[in-house]
């Protein structure tokens, strides 16, 4: 069974950071890119980052570039996103997927966790 977890939401200050985690299991880790995703209330899922296979290749989505950092580590099984300088507008449920193609496209992820909170105030 794929299971994502993610964890390391929660409730920041303005211009404060957060590290999000996100425990993969069931599946080959390595074989998959890895995407950080994103859902306000009221709006659509958007991609914020993603990363290949081998960490070589990254992109991030226009709004959170020079602010927010993801990496893996294949050894744990384990993507990160470091986000800093978060705003208001960064606040929204957050979730990781694993896909076969690095695209800040939803439908280009197979497995997907079940979110965790950041609020931004």
């Known amino acids: 069974e794929v299971q994502l977890v993610e964890s390391g939401g929660g409730s920041v200050q303005a211009e404060g950071s957060l590290r999000l985690s996100c425990a993969a299991s069931?599946?080959?880790?390595?074989?998959?890119?890895m995407g950080w995703f994103r859902q306000a209330p009221g709006k659509e899922r958007e991609g914020v980052a993603v990363?290949?296979?081998?960490?070589?290749?990254?992109n991030y989505v226009d709004s959170v570039k020079g602010r927010f950092t993801i990496s893996r580590d294949n050894a744990k099984n384990t993507p990160y996103l470091q986000m800093n300088s978060l705003q208001a507008e960064d606040t929204a449920m957050y979730y990781c997927?694993?896909?076969?193609?690095?695209?800040?496209?939803?439908?280009?992820?197979?497995?997907w966790g079940q979110g965790t909170q950041v609020t931004v105030s």
């Open positions: 990363i290949s296979t081998g960490s070589d290749n990254t």
């Open positions: 069931g599946y080959i880790f390595n074989n998959h890119c």
């Open positions: 997927a694993a896909g076969g193609a690095i695209s800040l496209r939803v439908g280009a992820y197979n497995y």
